[in-house]
């Protein structure tokens, strides 16, 4: 790893990092929420399920992704889903049966899935 | 206000990457601008980065809501040979979350908030404290830091400026008053975490007798936002006295459990009603408690107030770390005041008279008056004890320890009263007080309450109406579940 010295590095390193994320555009995000209240409710079990049914559909495209708490405490296990050119979308109490639905029937016939919270907050990105 | 200016309720600013990056990857946050606001604060002078804080108006998001630039001042004006800069991730509230999701989900958002802090004030030590029953936000902060250090954006000489600051870790055992500054920065020199008298202020002499300034974790996580953003931005958001956003972790009788981040200046019905889809199952509202176990319990008639630090504390409430427990209409408001009692009484640290025994003593007299022993003598000692504690304890643990009992006789008065002149608990929680009898017109005589009546203190024939013997009856309760025909009273 080579340091950063200048904020001039430091937006060249950036760009870097964002061109090698829209190369990988195209590709379906999943976000597992793995926060200390999301591990405890089962998140782990969605994201193995989840890996396991990728895995067995053979299918390529599928990016999997670890983030902290998306602060849902009362729909957890939650995980958020990106299908290439889409708004991202969540769900909520996402056992090993609704994790396996969302890979069978989400991520690869687009069908919607039970369990989407509407987003009801604004982010600031800086 | 700016909460007009979006429809949506919440405004995620401290919380704006937790669940939106992999807080494993440096790279993840440097592709959200990561430590770009660092690279600004170095070739702006530390009095600029100072000044530039103060304006955003922010306010230390621990409790206290000191204003955090005119805290930097303080420091950065105190000539010394070692500063230092420390993180307070004690988070020991009943009910608060937010600090350790903050640390869970976006840890180099504070790692970079402390190096600013430390460069605007002259520090080149920073330390979080960080109790030791968070593992997984340690793990993701130990990972923070080393990754900041191997790109260069810790240790000496960052991003050329001649700037040198690193981060170590110190773990706390998880006691609720090693949250305080001054019982944090002893715990961290290794003694027994009791609060010392201030002033001084740790920012005139603290860890080590060195200028040190102690920052909450949200507070930190709102720095970057600001340096990037810009002052004038921060301030745009949030009421007059109170700028930017506040994290609350909902908890209690609320449909959506969980964090929320809304703009200083919403009303608690939005939050509560709007955000927090209300108390499940129908029931009614009562009341919040915000502010953990030194706040104080806000009712129905406080819904449209506009949340800030002065409005709260015009309730005898305060904004605290931002536990909010709701509660409905099945709580007992003398039993809430028992149970944050039972919480303060057990974690004062026993340094000081007032707090040590008078907790106790206020735990005794709320104790009897929810066994039904009470007289209302008993709420005359009660309201001059906490008057006494508030003015005498040493530290913020003692001084705001009767504010749940203070602010919950003010509003909910009527309840105190019932208790000690009716012997009645008016929700039915408090056990002492209760009678269970069977309303005749409509027990079937289906016999099942006899079945699980412990005591076996209910009788009667088949097909006919059952009694019970109040006389042997522990008030259990088991009969009133049982009952298909809502005809045992509870009262
Ligand atoms: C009993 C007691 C417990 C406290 N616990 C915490 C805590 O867990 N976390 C915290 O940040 N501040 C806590 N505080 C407030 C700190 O003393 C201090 O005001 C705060 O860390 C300053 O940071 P801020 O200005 O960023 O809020 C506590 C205060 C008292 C009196
Ligand atoms: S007020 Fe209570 S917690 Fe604070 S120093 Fe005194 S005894 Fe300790
Ligand atoms: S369970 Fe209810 S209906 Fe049946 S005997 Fe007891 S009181 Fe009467
Ligand atoms: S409350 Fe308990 S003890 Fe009393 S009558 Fe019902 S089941 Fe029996
Ligand atoms: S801590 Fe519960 S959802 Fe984040």
Known sequence: ?126 | MAATTTEKKQIRIATRNCGFIDPESLDDYIAVRGYEALAKALTMTPAEVVELVKASGLRGRGGGGFPTGVKWGIALANAADQKYIVCNADEGDPGAFMDRAVLEGDPHSVVEAMAIGGYAIGATIGTVYIRAEYPLAIKRLRKAIEDARAYGLLGKNIFGSGFDFDIELKYGAGAFVCGEETALIKSMEGQRGEPVTKPPFPAQSGYWQKPTIVNNVETFANIPAIIVNGAGWFAGIGTATSKGTKVFALAGKIQNVGLIEVPMGITLREVIFEIGGGCPDGKAFKAVQTGGPSGGALSYKDLDVAIDYESLIARKSMMGSGGMVVMDEDDCMVSIAKFFLDFTMDETCGKCTPCRIGSKRLYEILDKITKGKGTPADLVRLKSLCENIKDTALCGLGQTMPNPILSTMDTFGNEYAAHVKDKKCPAHVCTAMLTYTIDPAKCTGCTLCTKVCPVECISGTKKQPHTIDATKCIKCGACYDKCKFDSIIKQ
């Not at chain 1, 950063?4 to 555009?25: M, Y």
């Not at chain 1, 998140?43 to 599928?62: H, I, P, T, W, Y």
């Open chain 1, 1 to 126: 790893m080579s340091t950063i010295k200048t904020l001039d590095e430091l937006k060249a390193k950036r760009q870097e990092i964002l061109a090698r994320k829209a190369a990988g555009n195209g590709k379906t995000v999943i976000n597992v929420s793995l926060a200390t209240c999301s591990i405890a409710a089962g998140g782990k079990a969605a994201l193995e399920a989840m890996q396991d049914e990728v895995a067995k559909n053979g299918l390529s495209g599928v990016e999997f992704m670890q983030s902290g708490c998306m602060t849902y405490c009362y729909a957890e296990p939650t995980v958020e889903i990106t299908l290439p050119g889409k708004a991202p979308v969540v769900f909520g109490g996402v056992d090993e049966t609704r994790a396996r639905e969302l890979v069978t029937e989400y991520v690869m016939k687009g069908e919607p899935v039970e369990g989407i919270i509407p987003v009801n907050y604004e982010r600031v990105v800086l």
